[in-house]
Nanobody, 120 residues
Framework: QVQLVESGGGLVLPGGSLRLSCAAS????????MGWYRQAPGKQRELVAA???????NYADSVKGRFTISRDKAKNTVYLQMNSLKPEDTAVYYC??????????????WGQGTQVTVSS
């Protein structure tokens, strides 16, 4: 069984920073792309940033220049460094990963979500 465990959310002032982490544990044979999504109240879940196994990255326009995604392949962990946070960044942030647990098929996994609140 595979689990994605997120950490690092919380309450921060506008202009502040947070770093989210997401570690894949359990039966993990290989991981392809990893990414972060967010969902604000009353809105659809949206892609924030993604990173491929080769290190290529993709960002939502709203976070370009402020957020940085990275990964530690040895630790099966993906990070999201969030700087210059704005109130509109407030949302539940979800980790997502494309994982091959047994060396055969690929599956899409989600973390449980971590709340990020940007408020004065």
């Amino acid at each position: 069984q595979v689990q994605l465990v997120e950490s690092g959310g919380g309450l921060v002032l506008p202009g502040g920073s947070l770093r989210l982490s997401c570690a894949a544990s359990g039966r993990v044979f290989s991981i392809n792309a990893m990414g972060w999504y967010r969902q604000a109240p009353g809105k659809q879940r949206e892609l924030v940033a993604a990173i491929t196994s080769g290190g290529s990255t993709n960002y939502a326009d709203s976070v370009k220049g402020r957020f940085t995604i990275s990964r530690d392949k040895a630790k099966n962990t993906v990070y999201l460094q969030m700087n210059s946070l704005k109130p509109e960044d407030t949302a539940v942030y979800y980790c997502n990963a494309d994982i091959n647990p047994y060396g055969a098929r690929w599956y899409d996994y989600w973390g449980q979500g971590t709340q990020v609140t940007v408020s004065s």
